[in-house]
T-cell receptor
Framework: ETGVTQSPTHLIKTRGQQVTLRCSSQSGHNTVSWYQQALGQGPQFIFQYYREEENGRGNFPPRFSGLQFPNYSSELNVNALELDDSALYLC?????????????FGAGSRLTVL | GQQVMQIPQYQHVQEGEDFTTYCNSSTTLSNIQWYKQRPGGHPVFLIQLVKSGEVKKQKRLTFQFGEAKKNSSLHITATQTTDVGTYFCAGPFFGNEKLTFGTGTRLTIIP
């Protein structure tokens, strides 16, 4: 059974640029959630995808968008990057239909915005 | 807004001492989960409690969910260096399935 994999692991961008982060969910999991974790803080919920549809969103602006594909993998896109977007972006998958909402996290993508 | 707070923010203990972190929610949670994040790592699921007043044990770790389902605690007996990390509680508020994470408690061990 493979876990959650994310790419890239690290990247550096400049203000105003756009970034795409990718996530492959754990085998058997049909729900993907994205979290932003700033240094020294807890993970903050960005949004969740289930069956390729957004299924809940946190307090993040529209320039944060996502996709889920038929194989349950997912992308997080951030446009017009700001300095405060520098953080660890965590993808987590779960099997919502099983009745449990336990998250399996990937290792994260660390984004630095200069 | 709905918030989940943890205290203390930091805890330094001598190896072998006990450790407790407390989790308090502004509103009722449908269940509570605990995650551990090692330095430089990602959160890893430890346990889920669902019932009011529930207590679960994992070796040296004891987890408790409050009667009102608004608070929880994690107690580690006789800490070891492998316990180092940040412990997060997380819970979905009733009517909202997304997990809201607490502010975390960072545990460091003095050998």
């Amino acid at each position: 059974e493979t876990g959650v994999t994310q790419s890239p692991t690290h990247l550096i961008k400049t203000r105003g640029q756009q970034v795409t982060l990718r996530c492959s969910s754990q085998s058997g999991h049909n729900t993907v959630s994205w979290y932003q974790q700033a240094l020294g803080q807890g993970p903050q919920f960005i949004f969740q995808y289930y069956r390729e549809e957004e299924n809940g969103r946190g307090n993040f602006p529209p320039r944060f968008s996502g996709l889920q594909f038929p194989n349950y993998s997912s992308e997080l896109n951030v446009n017009a990057l700001e300095l405060d977007d520098s953080a660890l972006y965590l993808c987590a998958s779960s099997a919502l239909l099983s009745g449990a909402n336990v998250l399996t996290f990937g290792a994260g993508s660390r984004l630095t915005v200069l | 807004g709905q918030q989940v707070m943890q205290i203390p923010q930091y805890q330094h203990v001598q190896e072998g001492e006990d450790f407790t972190t407390y989790c308090n929610s502004s509103t009722t949670l449908s269940n509570i989960q605990w995650y551990k994040q090692r330095p430089g790592g990602h959160p890893v699921f430890l346990i889920q409690l669902v019932k009011s007043g529930e207590v679960k044990k994992q070796k040296r770790l004891t987890f408790q969910f409050g009667e009102a389902k608004k608070n929880s605690s994690l107690h580690i007996t006789a800490t070891q260096t492998t316990d180092v990390g940040t412990y997060f509680c997380a819970g979905p508020f009733f009517g909202n399935e997304k997990l809201t994470f607490g502010t975390g408690t960072r545990l460091t061990i003095i050998p």
